[in-house]
T-cell receptor, first 116, second 112 residues
Framework: AQSVTQPDIHITVSEGASLELRCNYSYGATPYLFWYVQSPGQGLQLLLKYFSGDTLVQGIKGFEAEFKRSQSSFNLRKPSVHWSDAAEYFCAVGPPRNSGNTPLVFGKGTRLSVIA | EAGVAQSPRYKIIEKRQSVAFWCNPISGHATLYWYQQILGQGPKLLIQFQNNGVVDDSQLPKDRFSAERLKGVDSTLKIQPAKLEDSAVYLC??????????FGPGTRLTVL
């Protein structure tokens, strides 16, 4: 069965510092991969997605993620964190193309705190 | 385009009471999902509809939860009777073929 592991429950970084959030997945084939962000009291906003092709994908708000097939990882990065980035981040996997609208499977999330 | 709408945004009830949540998906989206997000966890699928038919409800506690999607558009999720462990955010999402699901703002349920 597919699963997503986000090993870090909570990360604190200083404003302006770089950020990397880890995500590992288990799936029978190369899945679609997603990162969502959730601010307090808000729904899930899509940051970026990987379907195929270039393994480094760019997203909104200056985020990027790199797909590494050999490590079954899809880590999220940002070179310089802003205080407004404080939120909960979720990695998710979905089925390969042509598998219909199979629902996404989410990790447990990583809470990001940003300090001055 | 308008996003996924959900109401109410917040609900507080006592255990054993009933509650219902409403979702209006993005126009034209045939697939609708209800997820449950317990505090400190990622969203977990409860039920998936394709138009007005159920595709997957294997994770729905059917002794107390029910959902419907009449006419293949709006959907309601009901809990009767509620338990303390039902306290969570209930997220609705919708998608069309080949698109990434879009999520609504969620309904935060507190069961006392």
């Amino acid at each position: 069965a597919q699963s997503v592991t986000q090993p870090d429950i909570h990360i604190t970084v200083s404003e302006g510092a770089s950020l990397e959030l880890r995500c590992n997945y288990s799936y029978g084939a190369t899945p679609y991969l997603f990162w969502y962000v959730q601010s307090p009291g808000q729904g899930l906003q899509l940051l970026l997605k990987y379907f195929s092709g270039d393994t480094l994908v760019q997203g909104i708000k200056g985020f990027e993620a790199e797909f590494k097939r050999s490590q079954s990882s899809f880590n999220l990065r940002k070179p310089s964190v802003h205080w407004s980035d404080a939120a909960e981040y979720f990695c998710a996997v979905g089925p390969p193309r042509n598998s219909g609208n199979t629902p996404l499977v989410f990790g447990k999330g990583t809470r990001l705190s940003v300090i001055a | 385009e308008a996003g996924v709408a959900q109401s109410p945004r917040y609900k507080i009830i006592e255990k054993r009471q009933s509650v219902a949540f409403w979702c209006n998906p993005i126009s034209g989206h045939a697939t609708l999902y209800w997820y449950q997000q317990i505090l400190g966890q990622g969203p977990k699928l409860l039920i998936q509809f394709q138009n007005n038919g159920v595709v997957d409800d294997s994770q729905l506690p059917k002794d107390r939860f029910s959902a419907e999607r009449l006419k293949g558009v709006d959907s309601t999720l009901k809990i009767q009777p509620a338990k303390l462990e039902d306290s969570a955010v209930y997220l609705c999402a919708s998608s069309s073929s080949g698109t990434v699901p879009s999520f609504g703002p969620g309904t935060r349920l507190t069961v006392l």
